[in-house]
């Protein structure tokens, strides 16, 4: 019986015609040149958009000052937090308390937004003068609330030039600020002490409500006294030529005079940083000692004072806590 012939021909030509329908369905339409270049712009535009937020910074907090209690100013504009302030505990300034009661309450009546002074503490080397702005800073805030804390921003004696940047961004805060210079003069024709008299009281913004200036200086009108002969000798009018840079130190309203100590203030000095560091020793060899060290240096202060402390503690093992 003959095989019926394969229809191979048929099937073939049906598939290829199947294949030819589905790939004509499911082709698209080629785009006109008008769609092309809108495509194009749009990823162009959805890149940019991409690139530039990722570039932009991140949204800063409203205040950002509740991190820490004090800061380190910058001239770029840069506030660096400073977790632990070095510094001495009050009880331990002897020698001025006088200037100490008048400091602190001048502080404390700031910090409770209520008049006060900026502050010129003027005087004898190593007397306590930063060492005091510090507790000072430190004795106001024992008992205050976190949202009610004093905040305590040091800017360089060289950065004085910025200050108005510094004032511009304080200005606005919730806190109450300190803002400190230590070591504050003006040599030869530095003129950057006219941003601080600005900023003391003679800009037309001035100075901001929650903000308040100490510095210290062993200059009681912040620039030599060579400075202000030279500029009285030279000058057409001498009275006017400095009049300028000597008000400068005028614009404090509170003023407090740091003295050299007395032998007997200066032992009391080294006697209560013994105390307080629990440093052992006979009273007659360490007043012995202590004398003869402050005859080696030459002077009697709270600075020699507390290195003679130092040298005594090391030398008997004494390990001095914070």
Not at 124 to 146: D, E, Q, T, Y
Not at 204 to 220: Q, W
Not at 269 to 274: A, Q
């Amino acid at each position: 019986m003959a095989k019926k012939p394969r229809k191979t021909g048929a099937r073939t030509a049906h598939k290829a015609a199947s294949a030819k329908t589905r790939t004509a369905a499911t082709k698209r339409p080629a785009a006109s040149p008008k769609q092309d270049t809108a495509e194009r712009i749009a990823r162009a535009l959805e890149g940019i958009a991409a690139h530039l937020s990722a570039a932009a910074p991140s949204a800063a907090p409203a205040d950002p000052f509740g991190s820490a209690d004090a800061f380190v100013w910058h001239p770029n504009g840069r506030l660096s937090p400073v977790p632990h302030v070095s510094r001495v505990d009050i009880g331990l300034l002897k020698g001025i308390e006088r200037m100490r009661d008048i400091l602190i309450e001048n502080t404390e009546r700031f910090a409770d937004g209520l008049p006060a002074n900026n502050a010129l503490l003027w005087g004898a080397r190593g007397m306590g003068k930063s060492s005091l702005v510090k507790a000072a800073h430190a004795n106001i805030n024992l008992n205050r609330k976190p949202a009610d804390r004093l905040k305590l921003i040091e800017i360089h004696r060289e950065d004085i030039e910025s200050l108005p940047l510094l004032m511009e961004m304080l200005r606005n805060s919730s806190f109450h600020f300190i803002v400190f210079c230590d070591d504050l003069s003006f040599d030869g024709n530095d003129a950057s002490y006219k941003s601080l008299k600005a900023v003391l009281e003679g800009g037309i913004e001035g100075r901001p409500d929650n903000v308040i200036l100490y510095a210290t200086s062993n200059r009681r009108h912040l620039l030599a006294r060579e400075m202000i002969e030279n500029e009285r000798s030279t000058a057409i009018n001498p009275g006017e030529a400095v009049e300028e840079k000597v008000s400068l130190s005028d614009r404090f309203g509170l003023w407090l005079g740091f003295h050299r100590c007395s032998q007997d203030e200066y032992l009391a000095m080294v006697k209560g940083y013994c105390s307080h560091f629990g440093i052992k020793i006979d009273e007659a060899e360490l007043e012995r000692e202590a004398l003869e060290w402050s005859t080696t240096r030459g002077s009697r202060s709270g600075r020699v004072a507390w290195q003679f402390t130092q040298e005594l503690a090391g030398r008997l093992g004494v390990r001095m806590r914070a």
